[in-house]
């Protein structure tokens, strides 16, 4: 794949009004406060006539763009993208209405003293967030990497001729006496203290331990095994006739690596975050009560990986005179239940790997080794895609005495990335550093540069 680098920026600012003598800012009406006075007539208070705020024109939405140009169209090719956006807290008057004083006075010099009355919203003036959206949005900011999930990307999209895992299974059965032995003992430790020997010790590091051993790394993989035993037995013919079919063709998997969604109040406190403030906003509140706020974000992160493989294997080949053979045909069951000799199950088979791969990825190495030396596996593309949206909500509540109101107000910003594999061969690799032959077998399956 090629292609111009490129990076693009684009803000949309807000122009509602530009009534505000401050340079770069606009005028924003919320409402009026007035006094009703004994005769019932309600008099603008000076001065909060109307109450207005100083809002700043600058943009509103921000996003940068990177990616690449590409000969087209049509388009053949793709390249790595990543982009950024901003959304800021709407320039919106929020809990619009009319609240009044109830029985509580002001005195006002010139007016008299009455019920305080206002008419209209609210608007945010702090915004808590800590978020550093113009480093965020710079171009020398730090993208967001997908490197955690590049070799998952690669397991789980390839295809997989292997439907179980006979030589590994067979391996295992040499520790089914020492699973036996394990499980059987400590049920027989637990009937020794329902019987009342309290001299037992079920719970004691060692034995906690090892019992939890012998079921992630012993019984969980045996009965898996036996399930996808049945499973090819059951569905043997119809999986030889799609491997049949599949094979020296592309194969198109997606699949979702991460949904994740997270929600949590990062602040909250009492007071206002919000115009107008003071002591006439005070006044409307009911006798005991403070205004109070809090500010929640919420996080989504979705990942995702789609990769074009095409695998070539001469057993499922039928345009081969000795497609029907009796060899092939063993080839063919060889291979769908895994009774192959190939780096993948020959690893998997050795003592104490298991452990290796509890801590790392060396396993999907192994495999991606055996699909190219064995299958003659490559991708014609191969992504991983990530998109982190995250959404902070300020939530400001006003206790008035005809019952609580609550405004809010929301900024959000999000972030999206696809990062394709370097070769046909996965990630971390490049075309200077392919073998010879893997070389051949990408120019046999028709895959190039």
């Known amino acids: 794949m090629s292609g111009i680098p490129r990076i693009r920026t684009r803000f949309e600012r807000d122009l509602t009004s530009k009534t505000s003598p401050t340079a770069g800012m606009y005028r924003q009406t919320l409402g009026v406060f007035s006094l009703e006075t004994s005769s019932g007539a309600k008099v603008p208070i000076p001065g909060f006539n109307p109450v207005s705020v100083d809002v700043s024109t600058d943009f509103h939405k921000g996003m940068i763009t990177r990616d690449s140009t590409h000969k087209g169209p049509p388009y053949y090719e793709g390249s790595n993208f990543s982009k950024r956006l901003v959304e800021f807290p709407d320039p919106r008057v929020v809990a619009s209405g009319t609240y009044d004083s109830g029985d509580h006075t002001e005195t006002f010099f010139g007016l008299g003293t009455g019920r305080v009355w206002y008419s209209g919203g609210f608007f945010p003036i702090h915004w808590s967030t800590g978020f550093d959206w113009g480093s965020w949005l710079s171009p020398s900011a730090t993208i967001l990497s997908t490197a955690d999930w590049e070799l998952q990307a690669y397991k789980r999209t390839r295809p997989k001729l292997e439907k179980a895992s006979a030589a590994i299974f067979t391996a295992e059965l040499r520790d089914l006496p020492r699973m036996l032995r394990t499980t059987s003992g400590n049920f027989h430790d637990v009937w020794k203290r329902m019987d009342g020997d309290q ?251």
């Open 199 to 449: 001299r037992t010790k079920l719970m004691s590091p060692h034995r906690v331990a090892d019992n939890f051993l012998n079921h992630q790394f012993g019984w969980v993989p045996f009965v898996s095994d036996l399930g996808k035993f049945y499973m090819t037995f059951q569905n043997s013919a119809a999986i030889k006739a799609r491997l049949t079919a599949q094979n020296d063709k592309y194969i198109r998997r997606r699949v979702v690596l991460e949904d994740k969604q997270t929600d949590r109040i990062i602040a909250s406190g009492g007071g206002m975050q919000v115009e107008p403030v003071g002591y006439l906003v005070q006044a409307l509140f009911a006798p005991g009560q403070g205004p109070t706020w809090e500010l929640r974000e919420r996080t989504h992160s979705y990942v995702s990986a789609v990769g074009s493989y095409k695998y070539y294997s001469p057993q499922f080949d039928d345009s081969l005179p000795d497609y029907n053979s009796a060899w092939n045909n063993v080839v063919r069951d060889l291979t769908i239940y895994g009774a192959r000799l190939s780096p993948s199950n020959v690893y998997r088979a050795t003592p104490w790997t298991w452990l290796l791969d509890w801590f790392t990825d060396f396993s999907t190495n192994i495999d991606a080794f055996t699909d190219i030396a064995i299958d003659a596996v490559a991708a014609r593309y191969l992504y991983v895609s990530k998109h982190v949206a995250t959404e902070q909500i300020l939530t400001q509540t006003l206790p008035f005495r005809d019952g609580a109101v609550q405004a809010s107000w929301s900024i959000k910003w999000d972030e999206k990335v696809r990062n394709g594999a370097s070769t046909p061969y996965g990630f971390g690799l490049s075309w200077n550093l392919l073998s010879p032959g893997q070389l051949a077998i990408l120019a046999a399956l028709k895959i190039t540069r």
